[in-house]
């Protein structure tokens, strides 16, 4: 076995190019199993015996029904084992714990096996393979850079440097470890650059003056334990040539400071063009070096600032008409915009001479004699009389006929002129008012004859209240058939008014003892349903008709009344019916009698007028004594006390006192009887209600009396109150007996000397206005809030007019608080109470003393006055610039605008809108001759000093420019 293995070995020495050359073929290499040999190799490898080859362990020949579990390649190399220093073990190669393998760099050159181990612990090998070694080889280097040079700051990279194996093996980037080494030339030889060992390299930026003329690289390789080293790259040449010639070009494009070097535009922007991309194809060093780089940017932006703007005249004939003006407007601006250097793209002027050809002329001189026609025409919009103002429009469809005729023609006017229209916030006011009234008109939409008298009222009241905020211009302008449409609304309600009023005085009278009505048991029903319609129509009325009702309340008690009477009636009745019924018992009768009778008499005189059956009450019935009792010594006298009783129920042939002093004889003369006698009273029910009745004077004579005793006016009043109530509640017998104490009370009250007079205040406080307008001063109207105020809660609401009154003190207060500003500010800044007087309503102003009103108009008329003045101004100012240039004598010019502006008035100082351009004019001549005083001829010894000159004159806008060639022509 010995001798076999050596003959192999040598085979393989002698045989070393041929395997290598075949070794790149498949192939399964089987150690066959010897008897008597030491190792017995079950498994083989198949595959390619190369770095980055794959071999697969084959499993073929191990014993059958077994099962693999892992596997472990091994260099057949022996190191020291892990127990026992002095055994050795192969080598396991990292990872390698599967049937196939991907052959690693390490291996190269090297013998490896493989090992698989089964699920019992058994373990199989195969024979040793040997791997090819790495013979490689790498391509000479090259150094990146711009052609065959690099600039001096420059980082250049090693380029190529490929590495491949003789043999054929497949080597990976990522094995390969490079390493570089960089030299540089000095004279004819060449020296190592020390720490340069990277892929890149940073020329110094001092390359030059160290002597570095050019540069090479080498690059060694290492795959594995193979190393290969290339040759030296070819050499890269350290200058400045490329930037420099960068330089010099962008130098060229200028002539100087502010000046480009245009023959014409379009060549220029090729040769910006073309050299912009030979600057930025340089690499970042070499750019670093081209010192006057930002030339070169700036020239790039500034031909597509000029190319965007003549892309945009271009386009003008493209643009609407509406949209032409703004259009242009953007288009001069942005030219203006362009400093000296910029504008000298344009060469000859080209771009600029297009442009101002298509500015229009300044605004025409006889354009602001249509300005001052326009004033006139607002001005007589207004006519001024009786210290009031108004239209001279009637009606608001007149007022916008006259506001769309003079909007027509400002519109035809520019937009400085039409700045210049004065007193544009009387046309303000005008088309506010002419909507005001518009609004107004439209509520009279919701008005119909069709309506409810209730709710033409109703809606009268809302009418009423918009217009009586209406200011006095806008009074004027509603339609006279609209003030008479909202009367006949508000008017709606009379005829039910004076209706009702005869309907309420047709039930209650003026009686307090009966209603003018006489029911029957036919007219009953339709005197209830006749109240009920009366209340339910009252309801319905507005809160100021309702107050016109006369006696309201006593119908209110009428229909309890009839409610109350009519349990009586139907009493009475069932009462009658007893009586005609056969069979029924003697004391029944009676009984049902008594009853009845008892709530007849709980009735106060108003109610029993209403009972139209009460007759049938005086038919008593005849109760009859037993006859089988025996008499009694005293029955005489109890038969005189029944008649005497029998006359107490004619309440009206008494006095109270007589009356009483009767009851209580009465009331004696029953106690003095004997039981037996007592019998024969048959009408003692008689003497009890007249002792109540006598029980009920004596208590409401109490109340009588306690209001007689206070002596203090108000609080008496409000007890006689208390007592009229007490007294219509009281039964009509009742009311009979304390009519005297009650009338007398009535007609010795204390008289109140301060007592409010209703109906006279009512009177007067519907006097305040006349025509809707206050006829009488502030002082009267807070003489009257003065005196409602006191009045008690339930004289406030006999006020009919209490709505005009409150109305009125809101005025009052309105024109306090305007009074307080117009003695603030009239003199200082009338302005704001003109403002605050034209928002007073018609009303209010109408409160207003007419010396005061007749102050302010003549205030506001004087603030209308002609501004001739300052449409001169304006006018002057207007022709300063020609289609964007300032005219030739703009200096003294400017000089007389001003010193016309200055003598103007503040408020025609405020007509002059185009001021600004004035303003604007003393700057511009104040600017340029700024830079001329920086001005010095061109010498080498004002060499700085010309430089900072050129360098502010370049700032110059075209329009300065064009001005200081005008003022300062013999600097340039």
Known sequence: MTDIMVETEEVYILNKKLFFTISAIPMALVAPTMVGAEENYTLTITGQQMVNGTLKANIDKIPANSIVSGYQWYYAEEVAGESDAKNTTNKPITG????????????????????????????????????????????????????????????????????????????QESEIIYSYQWFYKVGESFTIIDGATGGTYAIPGNALEKGMQEIIVRVKARVGSAVVESDFSP?????????????????????????????????????????????????????????????????????????????????????????????????????????????????????????????????DIEEFKEVRRINEAILALLVYEKSFVKYQATTQIELQSALAAIDKDMAKLSAIAKAAVQNQTIMTDAKQDVKKVEQFMKLFDKLSANNTANKQVTTAQSIRTAYNKLTYKQWRLVPANYLTMLLQAESAEDAQISKLNSDVAGYVGNSSNAYPIEPSVHSWQSHVNNVNRIITEYKGLTKASAMQIVNYERLVTLQKDLKIADKVIKDIDAYKQLTETKGVAENKRQSAYTNVLKAYNKLTSLQQSLVYNASILGQAPNIIVDPNTKEPADKAAAEKLKADIDHLTNVTSYTFAQFEAAVNTATTAYKNLSSGARKYVTNYHLLTAASKDVSGVVAFHKKIQTAREELD?????????????????????????????????????????????????????????????????????????????????????????AAILTTAVADVKKIESFMKQYEKSFVSNPATVIKAFTNLTAKQTSLLNPEIRQAVIEKDKGQQQSIEAAIRVMEGIEVLLIKGEYINNVEAKVKELRLAYDALTANDKKVVKNYSKLVQAETDL??????????????????????????????????????????YSHDL
């Open 713 to 801: 006016v108000t609080k008496q009043a409000k007890k006689i109150d208390s007592v009229k109530t007490a007294y219509a509640k009281l039964p009509a017998n009742q009311q009979y007996l304390a009519k005297q104490q009650y009338e007398d009370l009535l007609n010795n009250r204390l008289v109140d000397k301060n007592a409010p007079n209703l109906s006279q205040l009512n009177q007067e406080i519907a006097a305040i206005l006349a025509g809707d307008m206050y006829i009488v001063p502030i002082a009267k109207i807070t003489e009257l809030s003065t005196q409602y105020n006191k009045l008690s809660a339930v004289d406030k609401k006999n006020i009919s007019n």
């Open 926 to 967: 104040k600017k340029v001759a700024d830079v001329h005083a920086l001005y010095v001829p061109e010498t080498e010894e004002n060499k700085q000093a010309r430089t900072k000159w050129q360098t502010t004159y370049s700032q110059l806008t075209k329009k300065l420019e064009m001005l200081y060639k005008n003022l």
């Open 235 to 363: 050499p890269i040449t350290v200058s400045n040539e490329s930037s420099n010639t960068i330089v010099a070009e962008i130098k060229a494009l200028l002539v100087n400071s502010y000046t480009y070097n245009v023959s014409n535009f379009a060549s220029f922007q090729a040769e910006v063009t073309a050299l912009n991309s030979k600057y930025q194809a340089l690499p970042a060093g070499a750019k670093a070096n081209v010192t006057n780089a930002a030339v070169l940017k700036q020239a790039v932006e500034d031909i597509v600032v000029i190319s965007k703007l003549d892309e945009k005249v271009n386009k003008l004939g493209e643009i609407n008409a509406k949209d032409l003006p703004k259009y242009l407007k953007e288009v001069e601006d942005a030219y203006s915009k362009l400093n000296v250097l910029q504008r000298s793209l344009d060469k000859g002027d080209v771009l600029y001479t297009s442009i101002k050809n298509l500015l229009n002329p300044p605004t």
């Open 96 to 171: 390698a714990t599967k049937a196939e393998l991907k052959v690693p760099s390490e291996a190269a050159g090297k013998r490896i096996f493989v090992e698989a181990t089964t699920t019992t612990g058994n373990k199989y090998k195969s024979a040793p393979i040997a791997i090819n070694a790495l013979e490689l080889t790498i391509t000479a280097p090259k150094i990146s850079g711009s052609a065959d040079f690099a600039a001096p700051g420059e980082t250049v990279r090693v380029q190529g440097a490929l590495v491949t194996d003789k043999l054929g093996a497949k080597i």
